[in-house]
């Protein structure tokens, strides 16, 4: 079932985070120990505010391997962008401004085992080209483990601002400022899918 929602969520979406087209001269794959000083000045360089240092984005890729992605080009790294994985303690905490987000609580974090309630887009630092592989990220973050999760994001910069708006992002009212959401497709659609009908005589048979 949702599966056939999502694919009826995507064919009647553009320009929107989840229809982004992927590119197939960008590689996106989890990064590499050895590539976390390079992403943190980038970061450091491209997105104003970021504080986060190497050894913070370690012990975030030792707990999830999968939080933090490269986007490379002929094997010349180009930038790279870091997720909060959260899980629904998580989530709560991310309405409520009760979250650190430069160094964040594991516990508020999805472990291998939990739902991931909500993805937090971290950071987004790209150079050049590098930027062709957020369809790429997209793509990645379709996976079962990742799809049903709505995303989040504080825009930083105008033009952070703009690819926000560009991709289907809004503003939402919580506690958080200036907190933006991107909701799934195929989360809106259920949402909005009518409730079967079912008689009462199909109730009290379902009960005996």
């Not at 087209?21 to 000083?37: D, F, G, M, Q």
């Not at 708006?165 to 949402?191: H, K, M, V």
Request: proline content about 6%.
């Amino acid at each position: 079932m949702r599966n056939q929602v999502k694919e009826r969520a995507c064919s009647g979406t553009s320009h929107e985070f989840d229809s982004i087209s992927t590119n197939c001269e960008i590689k996106v794959r989890p990064a590499r120990r050895a590539e976390l000083a390079l992403l943190a000045d980038m970061a450091h360089r491209l997105v104003p505010g970021v504080q986060i240092a190497e050894p913070t984005l370690g012990k975030y890729l030792a707990f999830d391997p999968q939080c933090i992605l490269s986007f490379t080009r002929r094997q010349k790294l180009l930038g790279g962008m870091a997720f909060l994985y959260l899980n629904s303690r998580g989530h709560d905490a991310l309405i409520l401004d009760e979250i650190s987000l430069t160094h964040p609580d594991v516990g508020l974090l999805a472990s291998n085992h939990q739902e991931v309630s909500a993805i937090y887009i971290w950071a987004i630092a790209a150079t050049g080209r590098g930027i062709a592989g957020l369809g790429n990220a997209a793509a990645h973050l379709r996976k079962p483990r990742y799809v049903g999760a709505d995303c989040f994001a504080h825009p930083s910069t105008t033009a952070g601002r703009d690819l926000l708006i560009a991709t289907g992002f809004r503003p939402i009212a919580s506690f958080q400022p200036d907190l933006w959401c991107y909701e799934r497709p195929w989360n809106r659609l259920r949402a909005t899918m009518p409730t079967p009908w079912i008689s009462s005589r199909s109730l009290a048979d379902a009960r005996q």
